[in-house]
């Protein structure tokens, strides 16, 4: 009994290595491309007040030019992973999602999550801010509209 479970097990395996791409695979795959450039559009259309914050100056969007998508995807997981451990609360989840392997697709869909997450942390600590320079002021309460 032990003996069939193990082969089906072997088979499985063997079947999901032949499915599994190498990373350059995925490089070939995914072409010339500037993964700096998509990210910093996605947080643009996620609504961020600066799309180019999640570098913290660390990056600039030459750095990765010409280089194969998964250096870029390295670069960049590493740059926002430094961006979320600035938050005080728990972002493990967000973390988890920024994965060094795969196609770019996946990645891209998993990056989603992270950016919106990211946007709207930021949204937040700007309009906390605003709203103490106001107060400082004297032009209002502090509460934003």
């Not at 193990?6 to 995925?26: G, I, P």
């Amino acid at each position: 009994m032990q003996e069939v479970q193990d082969n089906n097990v072997e088979a499985a395996f063997e079947e999901l290595k032949a499915d599994m791409k190498s990373r350059e695979e995925h490089d070939i795959d995914a072409g010339d491309c500037d993964l700096y450039q998509e990210v910093k559009g996605m947080f643009e259309q996620a609504g961020h007040p600066d799309p180019d914050a999640w570098t913290l100056g660390r990056l600039s969007p030459d750095d990765l030019k010409g280089s194969p998508m998964s250096y870029q995807r390295l670069i960049i997981n590493r740059a926002l992973r430094l961006k979320l451990g600035k938050y005080e609360e728990d972002t493990r989840d967000q973390r988890f999602l920024l994965v060094d392997s795969g196609s770019k697709e996946d990645w891209m869909d998993n990056l989603k999550p992270t950016i919106n997450f990211i946007t709207k942390r930021d949204k937040k600590v700007l309009e906390r801010l605003d709203d103490e320079v106001r107060v400082d002021r004297g032009d209002g309460d502090g509460n934003s509209e």
